[in-house]
């Protein structure tokens, strides 16, 4: 995997509940988090959770989305891109705020939003890449989530998985090095209860040191749970 161990399959997908499924089959939770993206409402959300979603990430704020993920203890990351829209979103339950799109706010709204906002769990997502992943981590981001930069079409048609891993390593390698504490190791202190609620083995330290490992494709305030 590179080093990411947190993927969604996004819902606007043929099939995409399915290899949810699947992938929840295959892998162990503490190999691997397996989410649902691009949920638009609260139908959507239930059948991910029940197709066996762990995370819910949404391209806008849906009173009902969070309101599901949060009566059945899912982690859902809203996507916002105003002060008042992160806000609202949090104020109803939402665990992590994706800013979307990242390719049009870029690292500045990032560091404005932080300023008034400190509390918020921000996740940069939508145009973020190994160009841009630094300034991203240094205007205060908690994580981001990568798509197509990360998953290009032109080594995945090729079966040159080697590549994926590859550039996954790197991009995990660039936010570690735009952190001065690094990423969190297994040795790394856990803070119950307190990462993204229903993962209180995560060993991230979220809500004290803020230090939130890289998460991919669009990612969730939970680092990879502790053995």
Do not use: W
């Not at 040191?209 to 053995?227: E, G, I, M, Q």
């Amino acid at each position: 995997t590179g080093g990411i161990d947190v993927i969604e399959g996004t819902a606007d997908t043929e099939g995409a509940l399915d290899t949810v499924g699947r992938l929840r089959g295959a892998f162990d939770r503490s190999e691997l988090l397996v989410g649902a993206g691009t949920v638009l409402d609260a139908k959507t959300a239930g059948a991910a959770l029940r197709a066996g979603a762990e995370f819910v990430v949404t391209p806008s704020f849906d009173s009902g989305v969070v309101e599901t993920c949060n009566r059945h203890g899912a982690v859902v990351v809203p996507g916002v891109m105003t002060p008042t829209e992160a806000v609202a979103a949090y104020e109803a339950g939402a665990d992590a705020l994706k800013v979307f799109p990242a390719s049009t706010l870029g690292p500045r709204h990032v560091r404005s939003l932080m300023g008034p906002l400190p509390q918020l769990p921000l996740f940069p997502t939508g145009g973020v890449s190994l160009d841009n992943v630094t300034a991203f981590i240094e205007a205060g981001a908690d994580g981001v989530g990568v798509g197509s930069s990360l998953v290009d079409s032109e080594p995945v048609a090729a079966g040159d998985y080697g590549a994926l891993t590859d550039r996954a390593a790197s991009l995990r390698d660039s936010v570690a090095s735009a952190r001065p504490s690094g990423l969190p190791t297994a040795d790394t202190p856990s803070t119950p209860n307190t990462c993204a609620h229903v993962y209180p083995d995560c060993i991230c330290g979220y809500a004290g040191s803020r230090d939130v490992p890289l998460h991919c494709a669009h990612a969730l305030a939970a680092s990879r749970l502790a053995p």
